[in-house]
C-alpha cells in the first residue's frame, strides 16, 4: 500500500505513548511517520500498558505519514482491547484507517491451513451422521419432485421444449455408441480369455460361449454401459445445470414459473430411460462377439458352434432382466447428474466438484443397486 503523507514535516520515526484520562480510560497516542519500510514499534508494549482500563481512545494528530504498518499495528491492538473487554473508540483515527480498519473486519480471515485444536471424535461423528442424514432427504425430495415430473408428463402436464429432448438423446444414444462398443466389446473378450483359460484345464472350452453369453445380457452389459453413460453423460449433466446455476439461469426459469425439474430435469431422465435399454442391448451383442473373437480365434471352434451354444445358453430373461436394470441405472445417472449439478456453487471451481461427485455418486448407486437385485433375483429364483 502506498504510504499517506499527512504533512510535509521530516520524518520522525514512529512512536506510541499510553496517556491516562481517568481511573479506567486511556488514550493511545500515535506520532511519527508509521512506514513499514522505517521499522514500526510492537503492539505487544502498548497493549501491556493498557492493563486495567475499560475505555480506550486514539489520537493520531502527531501522524504525519502512514502506510499499511499502521493499520496492521492498530488490528492487533483492537483485538487485544477486544479479549480484554475494553471498548474502543476509533474516533482520532485518520478516516482511511477507519475504513481500512472496516474494511479488513468486514471480510473474515481464512482459516485454511491452521492448527486449531481438534474436534472430539464424538462431535465428529455427530456432524458425520447429521450431514448424511441431510444428504439422504435432499436425495428423497429429488426424487420425490422427479417422480411428480413424470406425473406431470403423464397428464401433459409438463413444461420441456421437444427439442431439448431430442437433442439429449441424440447425446445419450448415437453419440455414445463408439465408447460402449470399445469398451463391451474388450471386456467380452476379456472375459471369454480369463474362462478359456480355465475351462480349457477340463476340455469344457466350448462353454466359454455360455459364460460369456449369460454374464454379458445378466450383468456386465448393463453394469459397464451404465458406468460409461456416468462418466459422459452423468458429468454432462451435472457441468450442464452448474453453469446454469452459476450464471442464475435457474433461479431465472423459477422467477418466470417454470419448473425446473419439468424443463431440465425430466428431459435429461426421458432421454437416458429411453437409450439405455437400447444401448445395453447392443452392449449384449458386442460383447458376445467380443467372446466369439476368442472362441473362434483361440479355442478353434467353429462360428457355428459357438453361436448355436450360445443360442442355447441364453433366454429371453436375461435379456429382459438385463434391459431392466439398466433403466433403473439409466434414472439413477441421471437423477444424480443434476442433483450434483443443481447443488452446484456459483464458481468455476464448483461446477468441476460436481461434475466430478456425479460420477462417483452414480458409480456407487450403480453398484449397490446391482448387489440388491442380485439377491433378489436369487430370492426370486430367477
Same mark, same amino acid.
Given at each position: 500500500m502506498a504510504a499517506v503523507s499527512l504533512t510535509s514535516d521530516v520524518e520522525v520515526a514512529a512512536?506510541?505513548? +499510553?496517556?491516562?484520562?481517568?481511573?479506567?480510560?486511556a488514550v493511545l497516542e500515535l506520532a511519527g511517520a508509521w512506514l513499514s519500510r522505517r521499522g514500526l514499534p510492537e503492539p505487544d508494549a502498548s497493549v501491556r500498558e493498557l492493563g486495567g482500563i475499560r475505555r480506550l481512545g486514539f489520537d493520531a494528530t502527531r501522524v504525519t505519514a502512514w502506510d499499511s504498518g499502521l493499520v496492521t499495528f492498530t488490528l492487533k491492538v483492537l483485538g487485544e482491547a477486544k479479549r480484554a473487554a475494553i471498548d474502543a473508540d476509533r474516533g482520532g483515527l485518520p478516516e482511511g484507517v477507519r475504513r481500512l480498519l472496516a474494511l479488513a473486519e468486514a471480510v473474515p480471515e481464512k482459516q485454511t491451513g491452521r492448527s486449531g485444536a481438534r474436534t472430539p471424535w464424538l462431535a465428529r461423528l455427530g456432524a458425520s451422521a447429521t450431514a448424511t442424514a441431510e444428504a439422504a432427504r435432499i436425495g428423497v425430495a429429488f426424487l420425490g419432485d422427479s417422480v411428480l415430473a413424470l406425473l406431470a408428463l403423464v397428464g401433459g402436464r409438463a413444461r420441456f421444449r421437444m427439442s431439448d429432448l431430442f437433442l439429449i438423446i441424440q447425446e445419450c444414444g448415437p453419440r455414445a455408441l463408439g465408447i460402449v462398443t470399445l469398451i463391451? %466389446?474388450?471386456?467380452?473378450?476379456?472375459?471369454? #480369455?480369463?474362462?478359456?483359460?480355465?475351462?480349457?484345464?477340463?476340455?469344457?472350452?466350448?462353454?466359454?460361449?455360455?459364460? +460369456?453369453?449369460?454374464?454379458?445380457?445378466?450383468?456386465?452389459?448393463?453394469?459397464?454401459?451404465?458406468?460409461v453413460m456416468a462418466g459422459r453423460t452423468g458429468a454432462a449433466f451435472a457441468a450442464q445445470l452448474g453453469t446454469m446455476n452459476t450464471n442464475q439461469e435457474i433461479d431465472a426459469l423459477s422467477t418466470m414459473g417454470i419448473s425446473p425439474m419439468q424443463f431440465l430435469v425430466l428431459p435429461r431422465m426421458l432421454a437416458l430411460i429411453l437409450m439405455m435399454p437400447l444401448l445395453t442391448l447392443y452392449a449384449d451383442l458386442?460383447?458376445?462377439?467380443?467372446?466369439?473373437?476368442? $472362441?473362434?480365434?483361440?479355442?478353434?471352434?467353429?462360428?457355428?458352434?459357438? %453361436?448355436?451354444?450360445?443360442? $442355447?445358453?441364453?433366454?429371453?430373461?436375461? #435379456? %429382459?432382466?438385463?434391459?431392466?436394470?439398466?433403466?433403473? %441405472?439409466?434414472?439413477?445417472v441421471a437423477l444424480a447428474g443434476c442433483l450434483r449439478g443443481m447443488q452446484s456453487g456459483r464458481s468455476a471451481a464448483a461446477v468441476g466438484l460436481a461434475a466430478t461427485s456425479a460420477v462417483v455418486t452414480s458409480i456407487v448407486l450403480i453398484i449397490v443397486l446391482d448387489g440388491f437385485f442380485a439377491v433378489l433375483l436369487n430370492v426370486l429364483g430367477f
Open positions: 512512536r506510541t505513548s +499510553v496517556r491516562r484520562t481517568g481511573p479506567d480510560s463391451t %466389446f474388450l471386456v467380452g473378450l476379456i472375459l471369454a #480369455f480369463v474362462g478359456a483359460v480355465q475351462l480349457q484345464q477340463f476340455g469344457a472350452s466350448i462353454y466359454v460361449a455360455n459364460l +460369456v453369453a449369460i454374464a454379458m445380457t445378466r450383468e456386465i452389459a448393463g453394469i459397464m454401459t451404465a458406468i458386442v460383447g458376445i462377439l467380443g467372446g466369439a473373437v476368442v $472362441g473362434i480365434g483361440m479355442l478353434a471352434l467353429s462360428p457355428t458352434q459357438y %453361436f448355436e451354444q450360445t443360442k $442355447g445358453a441364453v433366454h429371453l430373461s436375461d #435379456f %429382459f432382466i438385463g434391459i431392466a436394470k439398466s433403466s433403473v %441405472f439409466g434414472v439413477v
